[in-house]
């Protein structure tokens, strides 16, 4: 019952999260219209931050699906 109610949680957490994030990426987006060059400046190197990172981590993702599928491959046996 508490591992259930914990995954309620997280799951909630999570969606809540995702939720913000794509409000914080459109304020990020109005930002670069911002008069202040400054705060355009801080919004640009934030997507790029965030971008390169998520860039990052899809590359290590399926280099770690890559290696899952051969180990699965070795765990099966050779083909027959």
Do not use: H, S
């Not at 259930?4 to 939720?19: P, S, W």
């Not at 990052?56 to 765990?75: C, I, M, S």
């Amino acid at each position: 019952r508490v591992q259930d109610a914990r995954a309620r949680i997280l799951d909630d957490v999570l969606t809540r999260t995702a939720e913000l994030a794509g409000r914080a990426v459109d304020k990020l987006g109005d930002l670069l219209d911002a008069e202040a060059p400054a705060v355009q400046l801080g919004a640009a190197r934030t997507i790029l931050t965030i971008a390169a990172e998520y860039g990052e981590r899809a590359e290590l993702a399926e280099r770690v699906a890559a290696l899952e599928a051969v180990l699965d491959a070795r765990k099966a046996g050779p083909p027959t």
